[in-house]
T-cell receptor, first 114, second 115 residues
Framework: KQEVTQIPAALSVPEGENLVLNCSFT??????LQWFRQDPGKGLTSLLL???SQREQTSGRLNASLDKSSGRSTLYIAASQPGDSATYLC?????????????WGLGTSLAVNP | NAGVMQNPRHLVRRRGQEARLRCSPM?????VYWYRQLPEEGLKFMVY????????ESGMPKERFSAEFPKEGPSILRIQQVVRGDSAAYFC?????????????FGPGTRLTVL
């Protein structure tokens, strides 16, 4: 059974710091992995999607890496800003075909202080 | 292109009543997913639908919960005889079948409170 774990559960940093959020999964046979952002009282925004054949994806100040063999992904945020404050969720799609459900971690709650 | 729309945003029901949650996918998307986020817990998959078909309902409780995605109109998640434990945020997502990527786009959620 696939399980997704995110550490740390919460993180508070001063503005401008580079930071790393961690996601681990128990079954390395994944189809893809996504990082999302969730703002309080709002929906989820997809940040990056990494296919199982890829090692990393970049979007602006965000870089996500994937190491399937070790069951790990990291989300790197460069030069953090107060607007980055949110909960960051990692989700794994375990299977190809019609099994398209995402399996989620509990998230890392990030606070970037001005 | 409007994003995924969900309504109502907030819904209050008394125990035993019915709750109907609506989801309009992004234009051109024919795949809809429902997830539930219980207080202090992570998101859990409930059901995956394509137009007029339930593809995967492995996350749906066996009783009181049903979902549909008709040919015309929004997807509906229906909860009959609600109980306090149904209080949660219910998120809908949609996607376009693209072999190169299957990013799911999420709506703002419906927050259900059962009194």
């Amino acid at each position: 059974k696939q399980e997704v774990t995110q550490i740390p559960a919460a993180l508070s940093v001063p503005e401008g710091e580079n930071l790393v959020l961690n996601c681990s999964f128990t079954d390395s046979a994944i189809y893809n992995l996504q990082w999302f952002r969730q703002d309080p009282g709002k929906g989820l925004t997809s940040l990056l999607l990494i296919q199982s054949s890829q090692r990393e994806q970049t979007s602006g100040r965000l870089n996500a890496s994937l190491d399937k063999s070790s069951g790990r992904s990291t989300l790197y945020i460069a030069a953090s800003q107060p607007g980055d404050s949110a909960t960051y969720l990692c989700a794994v799609r375990a299977y190809a075909g019609n099994n398209r459900k995402l399996i989620w971690g509990l998230g890392t709650s990030l606070a970037v202080n001005p | 292109n409007a994003g995924v729309m969900q309504n109502p945003r907030h819904l209050v029901r008394r125990r035993g009543q019915e709750a109907r949650l609506r989801c309009s996918p992004m234009k051109g998307h024919s795949h809809v997913y429902w997830y539930r986020q219980l207080p202090e817990e992570g998101l859990k998959f409930m059901v995956y639908l394509q137009k007029e078909n339930i593809i995967d309902e492995s996350g749906m409780p066996k009783e009181r919960f049903s979902a549909e995605f008709p040919k015309e109109g929004p997807s509906i998640l229906r909860i009959q005889q609600v109980v306090r434990g149904d209080s949660a945020a219910y998120f809908c997502a949609s996607s376009y079948l693209d072999p190169s990527t299957d990013t799911q786009y999420f709506g703002p959620g419906t927050r259900l409170t059962v009194l």
